[in-house]
């Protein structure tokens, strides 16, 4: 080759090299220039959501330490978590399950006796199930009608819809039958195992699709998903954590299908009947007894991606996920969470893991967006559903 050539292609490369770092710089110094704006300018309310928002992650606190003290980022979140609150017990009597929609013991509906022990059945026999409502009454004055002539795309008993707030969009799942809905769980935890991820889970218990459910240690984002943060119960045993530990944000179903959400020991969790559940440390609980919680925080947490879990009067499930950290969704706080469930008409609802977690699927699709870099995040249990 000769020099002149060569002396090209080093000149162009050069250049090229020059351009993406000055590109790059002029990004990073935007990005510095909005957070600085957002942490110390006028809006005590952008702060308070900047701050409260990347202190919920796992791997980005330490763009709230960049621009503040930690005792500034501790009076900002103070009253954010729910250690001094105080739960009612969950009045059973206000859910109100159809004679035909009883469980059996298991967590699984009588009439799929040939369920596995694992809370798993087919699909299709779910799909023929006529144990689901209508889902027409849900409570609510608010709950959109679907009813109509035109037949609905998906089974009898399941609905899904499209969840739009202001800052953030997503998808909500109704399904009436609690007995289609169960825990799925890893065979074995601890810190030399993995998780699995959503659709693993999905596809190893047969599921029609479900959501992600308790937390899991992370140290900077890089949990295996096997560690869960608190209790994880099924099929009526405790399968990590024990009787005697205090586990907050506990979610889980009894024998008769009947959502349970509340601060309790594991000894208290089996007491209610949880047959299937699990915790979220982080919590917080949504509505309890029909009764919003935690609506004095100011602005009840950060804007990041979010999943729930509730249920209406009339027994059905209220699987609720929402996207964040995106250009058409920058995410949910709490309260947006508590609205939205209450707008369907739930009794007693729980956030669960949030952020890079957060997924929904159905039939083999994902209907909702992970904000997870790599794809799919490993977890320790996930809500299914039949």
Request: aromatic share 8%.
């Amino acid at each position: 080759m000769k020099k002149s050539s060569l002396k090209r292609i080093l000149k162009y490369t050069g250049r090229g090299a020059l351009v993406v770092l000055t590109l790059l710089l002029a990004v990073i110094i935007a990005l510095y220039t909005v957070m600085f704006i957002l942490v110390k300018g006028p809006s005590e309310t952008a702060r308070t959501l900047f701050v409260r928002s990347v202190m919920e992650t796992s791997a980005g606190k330490f763009l709230a330490y960049i621009y503040l003290s930690e005792e500034e980022i501790a009076e900002i979140t103070s009253g954010s978590g729910d250690d001094d609150i105080t739960y009612d017990k969950v009045d059973v009597s206000l859910i109100q399950i159809p004679t035909s929609d009883v469980t059996t013991t298991d967590g699984n509906s009588s009439a799929d006796d040939s369920s596995s022990t694992n809370g798993s059945s087919s699909a299709d026999k779910s799909a023929e199930s006529d144990s689901g409502g209508s889902g027409d009454d849900t409570g609510s004055d608010t709950t959109e009608d679907t009813s109509g002539d035109e037949e609905s795309e998906y089974p009898e008993g399941i609905e899904i819809i499209d969840i739009v707030g202001s800052t953030y969009y997503g998808k909500m799942i109704i399904i009436s039958d609690p007995s289609r809905v169960t825990v799925a769980t890893l065979d074995t935890y601890g810190v030399a195992y993995s998780g699995k991820t959503l659709s693993e889970f999905v596809k190893s218990y047969g599921a029609l699709g479900g959501i992600n459910a308790g937390g899991f240690d992370d140290p900077n984002g890089s949990g295996s998903g096997a560690v869960p943060d608190g209790i994880v119960i099924k099929n009526g045993e405790i399968v990590w954590g024990d009787t005697s530990t205090y586990y907050k944000c506990v979610v889980g179903f009894d024998s008769n299908g009947i959502l349970h959400v509340g601060n309790m020991t594991g000894a208290e969790a089996l007491a209610d009947g949880i047959v299937n559940g699990l915790s979220f440390a982080n919590g917080p609980l949504l509505i309890v007894n029909g009764k919003a919680q935690n609506t004095s925080r100011s602005l009840g947490g950060g804007l990041n991606p979010r999943t729930a879990i509730g249920q209406r009067s009339d027994g059905a499930v209220l699987m609720l996920v929402i996207n964040g950290r995106q250009a058409d969704s920058l995410g949910a706080t709490y309260d947006d969470l508590i609205l939205e469930m209450q707008k369907y008409g739930a009794v007693n609802a729980a956030n669960l893991d949030g952020g890079s977690s957060s997924l929904m699927m159905y039939d083999g699709e994902y209907i909702t967006t992970s904000a997870y870099l790599f794809g799919e995040r490993d977890l320790p249990n996930a809500f299914i559903f039949y």
